[in-house]
């Protein structure tokens, strides 16, 4: 084969056999980049077509306004209107600007109150799963059955349990009108998200603890480290990088919720209304342009989220890619 | 791994008392999840069989079954069992292809070294938060002008939008926590960079691959705007779509029984194949080499 030729003295000594790749640094670097590209390319490709034309078309999108409109001198105009920014401005002024601030609110709302009830149960979820050895595949398929549910279908199962003659009330006691517009609306809806969702952290987490080595926690337990210590010192560290990406998609994936609300309470109803709700709402109205502009403002403010996000908590999940990096690199010098 | 349990199993009975209880703890604790993650499930299944006429009842055991509920599911114009082939067609294409493209983007980004890496992560992670209702209008524009509306396609590449990036994101933590000395040591041994992938990453990144396909099949099968947007025809709905289109045979305000009934019949594929995927990972946990 042609690179044992290549291969110095002073490189490690190995068969020849399927030896292809060069010990030198530089001949790595180089094969690897390639490759690289070569792995990379269709993903890059399909997201292109999917999201990123998409998104750009959206954006030309907010920038006109469709449909039948008076000009200015008072002539049905038909078709596409270029209008600059008079959508964005609209959204902020006057009623609409209230519609828009109330569902700007709900949606943060929404956002921290589920998230963070989720990353609980779903944390204490996965570390009962992970102690229990009888019984655990039963826990773990009946972990999944919340999640499985699609969430139109537990939007209309929890509307079902939050009718005013439901079980919900039955349970309780009490005469809540769960699905009218008010703050029992805003409950209802945290109530069935987390219900449904933290399943998910759940299985994530428990994935990340089955990676940790059982050893580990022996070397603890003779060290004296009790559970609590165990888990603040070796468990939450070791599944962190699990948990921030488990936690990340869900901020990602509450901050444009709109299933479960809809069907659970309904469109238009100011206590529950979404951003993206909000904009599906002008849609459905065939206000392309208007819709495109929530939609462009939601997409930026989740922009805002996430680079805060991956700056102050993750930005050890790519330090962790450089650092393994570095240590090939070091690795490879030392052998070379 | 009961194996490795049982000795620290015999040695708690020096401690009777508090063993005891540290024993009954762990059951508790699966009493308390699964009576929370079951519960409103299981109130799905006892209003899907109840009678019609009985349905606003709050017993936790119906009166009288039924499959009343069921037969209407299938009854009627509601063409279901065509609604649960597309939502098959769609979903396992999704998850088949996603995993195929993505295993190979992960495996490059936690494993090889290029320039502007941290520039495709974020790429990647970025389209993750594009909001759908932002991707959907311009998209359905694009299907109806090439005459994929009604068409597989037209459902399968907008998912891919979704459930591509969180199959790469998850499998390139995973791949990042697995030891990188065993691949080192096959291409010592001399294994090419690919052998070294097929005979020593790929079993060892089995359980996270199959947790991941799980994961993106539920998010396929459970997709919902896009099915309903790009799809006008009964045929080609799926079955989420299908169900929110049901209406009442006795004439309700909304057939909540029928309803309930074909979620049942909905979640019923998913626990098969979460069945089925939970063996492997069970399997490929013991066998690991991981530990």
């Given at each position: 084969m042609a690179t044992t030729v290549k291969n110095r003295p002073d490189a490690v000594p190995r068969p020849a056999a399927g030896a292809r790749r060069g010990r030198r640094p530089k001949g790595d670097a180089q094969s690897s980049r390639r490759l690289a590209a070569v792995l990379l390319s269709p993903t890059l490709l399909v997201l292109a077509l999917v999201v990123g034309y998409p998104v750009i078309a959206g954006f030309r999108e907010s920038l006109y306004s469709r449909g039948q409109q008076l000009d200015a001198d008072g002539f049905v105009v038909e078709g596409e209107r270029f209008v600059g920014l008079d959508n964005y401005t609209a959204v902020f002024s006057g009623d609409r600007g209230d519609a828009f601030w109330n569902a700007f609110y709900n949606t943060t709302f929404f956002t921290v109150t589920t998230v963070a009830l989720e990353t609980v149960i779903g944390v204490v979820m996965a570390l009962i799963m992970h102690q229990a050895f009888r019984g655990r595949a039963f826990v773990r398929a009946s972990i999944l059955v919340p999640w499985a549910i699609p969430t139109a279908i537990s939007g209309l199962l929890w509307r079902w349990i939050f009718q005013h003659d439901g079980v919900a009330n039955a349970v309780l006691r009490q005469q809540v009108l769960w699905t009218a517009d008010g703050l029992e609306s805003k409950i209802a809806v945290i109530i069935a998200e987390v219900w449904k969702t933290s399943p998910f952290i759940g299985l994530l987490v428990l994935a990340g603890l089955q990676m940790i080595p059982r050893e580990v926690y022996e070397a603890a337990r003779v060290d004296g480290a009790g559970p609590l210590q165990r888990f603040w010192r070796i468990t939450l560290p070791l599944v962190k990088p699990t948990l921030l990406v488990a936690v990340l998609f869900r901020m990602l994936d509450a901050l444009r919720m709109f299933d479960l609300p809809a069907v659970l309470i309904g469109v238009n109803k100011d206590s529950v209304e979404t951003l993206t709700m909000l904009s599906w709402f002008e849609a459905n109205n065939v206000r392309y342009g208007s819709a495109a502009a929530y939609a462009t403002i939601l997409f930026v403010y989740i922009a805002v989220i996430a680079y805060l996000f991956v700056r102050l908590l993750g930005a050890d999940i790519i330090g962790q890619a450089k650092q393994t990096g570095k240590q090939r690199q070091t690795r490879k010098k030392a052998k070379a | 791994m009961t194996a490795v349990r049982a000795p620290r199993a015999a040695a708690r009975p020096a401690k009777p008392w508090p063993a005891r209880l540290r024993g009954a703890l762990p059951y508790a604790g699966i009493a308390l999840v699964a009576l929370y993650c079951l519960a409103p499930f299981y109130w799905m299944v006892i209003s899907a069989f109840r009678r019609p006429q009985d349905?606003?009842?709050?017993?936790?055991?119906?009166?009288r079954w039924s499959v009343e509920n069921f037969t209407a599911v299938f009854g009627g114009n509601n063409d279901f069992g065509r609604a649960l082939l597309n939502s098959l067609i769609v979903a396992g294409t999704t998850t088949v292809l996603t995993l195929v493209i993505g295993v190979f983007t992960a495996y490059a980004l936690a494993r090889l070294n290029f320039p502007f890496k941290n520039a495709v992560l974020g790429i990647i992670i970025a389209t993750t938060m594009f909001p759908g209702i932002s991707q959907l209008i311009p998209l359905l524009k694009l299907f109806t002008d090439i005459g994929w509306i009604n068409t597989y396609q037209a459902m399968i590449l907008p998912s891919l939008g979704f459930a591509l990036p969180l199959t790469v994101w998850m499998l390139t933590t995973f791949f990042r926590q697995l030891p990188f000395e065993l691949e080192q040591a096959a291409m010592v041994d001399g294994c090419t960079r690919g052998q070294a992938f097929r005979k020593i990453i790929v079993p060892l990144a089995a359980p996270g691959v199959f947790t991941t396909a799980i994961i993106t099949f539920i998010a396929a099968w459970n997709e919902f705007v896009i099915a309903l947007s790009v799809v006008n025809e009964q045929q080609m709905q799926t079955a989420t779509v299908a169900i929110s289109k049901f209406t009442g045979i006795s004439g309700h305000d909304q057939p909540f029984g029928t309803q309930m009934a074909a979620g049942v019949i909905v979640t019923v594929p998913l626990v098969i194949v979460v069945l089925i995927f939970q063996r492997r990972i069970v399997a490929g946990l013991a066998a690991g080499g991981v530990k």
């Open positions: - | 349905q606003f009842d709050n017993t936790p055991v119906p009166v």
